[in-house]
């Protein structure tokens, strides 16, 4: 069974710097995409970025284009989520997900989410 563990939350003020990482155990984890999302208090999950695990190739929300920046280990399978430029409004649960086919989105299609880690980002 595949297991996803979430580390490097914390709180941040604004404009300052994180780094989560995710790293995925089990005897038969495969991936197609990886990705993070987030959940803010009393908001619904939202999508933050995803990578393609054959190719690389990696996605991201609007919000956090330029300021976030996602990479992957595939040796180690490891993902990492690199986040700058830190804004109040990223404060969030963050969470690593696997999807392990091509459900033809990086949006969707994830099965196994690991338990979250808290970012806090303070003005």
């Known amino acids: 069974q595949v297991q996803l563990v979430e580390s490097g939350g914390g709180s941040v003020q604004a404009g300052g710097s994180l780094r989560l990482s995710c790293a995925a155990s089990?005897?038969?984890?495969?991936?197609?995409?990886m990705g993070w999302f987030r959940q803010a208090p009393g908001k619904e999950r939202e999508f933050v970025a995803a990578i393609r695990w054959s190719s690389g190739a990696i996605y991201y929300a609007d919000s956090v284009k330029g300021r976030f920046a996602a990479s992957r280990d595939s040796a180690k399978n490891t993902v990492s989520l690199q986040m700058n430029s830190l804004k109040p409004e990223d404060t969030a649960v963050y969470y690593c997900?696997?999807?392990?086919?091509?459900?033809?989105?990086?949006?969707?299609?994830?099965?196994?989410w690991g338990q979250g880690t808290q970012v806090t980002v303070s003005s």
């Open positions: 089990g005897r038969t984890f495969s991936s197609y995409y």
């Open positions: 997900a696997n999807s392990p086919r091509n459900s033809g989105t990086p949006y969707q299609g994830y099965n196994t």
